[in-house]
């Protein structure tokens, strides 16, 4: 089993930027692709971006490139999602999901947080 805890969110102006942290506990952490997704009201959950176990490799969604930022630190069992130049449209709950080496799906999830983007 794995327990992921998002934080980070809040409110913030169109323009601002934006840490989130993804804490994770209960099984080996460094061993799994994390990755963020993000699901806006009345949307279906999509894809943010992901990351290799070793951070080595990330992929992210097209609207996302050159403004958000996914790392991790395994010491610290934390992957990290660094937002930047934030639009009304982010707004969204982005939660955390792991996928461990034999599975083809993230299956393990957080429970979200908050993000708001005023205009």
């Known amino acids: 089993q794995v327990q992921l805890v998002e934080s980070g969110g809040g409110l913030v102006q169109a323009g601002d930027s934006l840490r989130l942290s993804c804490a994770a506990s209960?099984?080996?952490?460094?061993?799994?692709?994390m990755g963020w997704f993000r699901q806006a009201p009345g949307k279906e959950r999509e894809f943010v971006a992901r990351i290799s176990w070793s951070g080595g490799t990330t992929y992210y969604a097209d609207s996302m490139k050159g403004r958000f930022a996914i790392s991790r630190d395994n010491a610290k069992k934390t992957v990290y999602l660094q937002m930047t130049s934030l639009k009304p449209e982010d707004t969204a709950v982005y939660f955390c999901?792991?996928?461990?080496?034999?599975?083809?799906?993230?299956?393990?999830w957080g429970q979200g947080t908050q993000v708001t983007v005023s205009s």
């Open positions: 209960g099984r080996t952490f460094s061993t799994d692709t």
């Open positions: 999901a792991a996928r461990t080496p034999t599975d083809l799906r993230f299956t393990y």
